[in-house]
């Protein structure tokens, strides 16, 4: 804008204007002014100027893709700025899903316990006698003295001499009731002895606890007796203390030592008897345990899971 | 020499492309409001610094172009630069050597008469255009303008003759 250069563009270009071939100024301001009102009537009252809209539109694209440029640059920036976020919502949810993952597994632990209080349950069905779970609270660690203390006692109507199974079958009996606890006495104690029948033979006689290394001994079988390993003993009801049709074991050794009477038969108890806290006390005719909340739970799951069956015991 | 001073169709060509663009970029709705008119911009300016090669006509044919883009009644936009613009040729011989601010102001006038014609012909056609959007950047047209000057010569430097 200096001062030279204007008196230079004087020369060239602003004199000519005073001299015009054309038309004037005012002249071609009037026309052009005219022309653009009738132009803009046109349009309004008629659609006779679509096709130049749309010439001009078709020439005028590359302003367009251009004007549109800033707005795919702003589109680039914000994909790096939603990166960063994506980042620091990532690490997020691996810090939530760790937190998570430790929940789940503690979800893991409740969900095995159910499945086997369900078991429980589903036993207690077979029955068709009042039950009561009750969970073992202490052991004694003794190999040969297999007593354990329930948290279940005189107060929820757990009598002595009370029989305790578990989804699998015969655990023991209650040997002693205090009101808040009771104490039982598992089928392994070598002071226990349960009356049984061979499964597959209906072959009578009594299993005795025989400490953790035997499991179960049958001692006063006869040396021609119909016994094989594999065989299943279910309690027979003899004895007037535990239900009848029970497992109690499954016979894994038989052996005849030479000028004995008696057969050497051991079995291994089908309650799983180191494994679960959760037991079942059964009532044989109706007394009431306090909370039944077995019946419930069984009346829900009545199409239910698959009785415990005897390949459980192999 | 002096005719290498001459001011070739070139920059006008790329300073109204560039107008164009920069009149259709999108910005946020409060920045919208204030974008300065930049095509009537860029047309007064080079009515003023060479009418011989761009004239009223130019004018008006850009006009149409900016009709076509922003979508306005054809011949609108033409109408309102041709008579702003005749006012602006008028005033060239006197205008265009004073200092870049106070040309602002001179024009100030013809903004407003610019936006009024634009808020006029929305009125007659019936198109209700919000009155804000047509009269703020009047003031931010005669605020760009001193700007605009100084790009251009910078863009357009006088040519080393001594």
């Known amino acids: ?314 | 020499m002096n005719e290498d001073r001459r001011p070739s169709a070139l920059p006008i060509l790329i300073s109204v492309l560039l107008a164009l663009v920069l009149s259709k970029v999108m910005l946020p709705d409060p920045l919208a409001l204030l974008r300065p008119a930049m095509v009537p911009m860029i047309v007064f300016y080079w009515l003023l610094m060479v009418p011989d090669k761009f004239g009223l006509t130019m004018a008006a044919l850009l006009g149409l172009v900016v009709d076509v883009l922003t979508g306005t009644l054809l011949g609108a936009h033409a109408f309102a630069l041709t008579v702003s613009g005749y006012l602006v040729a008028r005033m060239a011989l006197i205008v265009r050597f004073w200092p870049a601010w106070q040309q602002s102001l001179a024009l100030l006038p013809i903004w407003g008469l610019y936006a009024f014609l634009m808020f006029w012909i929305d009125g007659v056609t019936h198109r209700n255009a919000d009155a804000l959007l047509r009269f703020a950047p009047v003031l931010t047209t005669a605020v760009a303008w001193p700007v605009l000057c100084s790009v251009m010569s910078w863009a357009r430097p006088p040519a080393e003759d001594t």
Not at chain 1, 192 to 214: C, F, K, M, W, Y
């Open chain 1, 1 to 314: 804008m200096d001062g030279r250069f204007g008196v230079d563009d004087l020369h060239q270009d602003s004199i000519r204007p005073l001299f015009p071939r054309g038309p004037s100024l005012g002249l071609k301001a009037v026309l052009l002014a005219l022309l653009s009102v009738g132009l803009m009537f046109a349009d309004d009252r008629t659609d006779t100027l679509n096709p130049v809209r749309s010439f001009i539109a078709v020439a005028a694209v590359p302003v367009q893709w251009m004007s549109s440029l800033p707005n795919q640059a702003s589109e680039v920036a914000s994909h790096f700025a939603s990166r960063e976020s994506l980042l620091a919502q990532n690490s997020d949810l691996r810090e939530q899903q760790l937190h998570l993952q430790a929940r789940l597994q503690k979800l893991d632990g409740l969900a095995a316990e159910n499945a086997r209080i369900r078991a429980l349950l589903l036993s207690s069905k077979r029955l068709h006698e009042q039950v009561l779970i009750g969970e073992i609270v202490s052991s004694s660690m003794d190999p040969y003295r297999h007593y354990v203390t329930l948290n279940k006692g005189g107060m929820e109507g757990v009598y002595k001499g009370q029989p305790l199974i578990d989804a699998h079958g015969v655990m023991g009996q209650v040997v002693e009731v205090t009101p808040m606890n009771s104490t039982a006495i598992l089928v392994t104690d070598p002071n226990h002895g349960i009356p049984v029948e061979v499964n597959r033979t209906g072959l009578q006689t009594v299993a005795h606890g025989a400490g953790d290394s035997r499991g179960l001994a049958l001692p006063f079988l006869p040396s021609n007796a119909d016994v094989q390993v594999g065989d299943l003993l279910v309690s027979s009801g003899l004895g007037g203390r535990y239900p009848a049709g029970y497992p109690v074991g499954v016979v894994y050794d038989v052996q005849h030592q030479p000028g004995e009477h008696f057969l050497d038969v051991s079995a291994r108890p089908a309650a799983r008897l180191n494994q679960g806290r959760e037991l079942l006390l059964v009532w044989k005719d109706g007394a009431p345990p306090v909370t039944n909340v077995a019946e419930q739970l069984d009346q829900r799951r009545e199409a239910g899971l698959p009785s415990f069956a005897t390949s459980d015991l192999q």
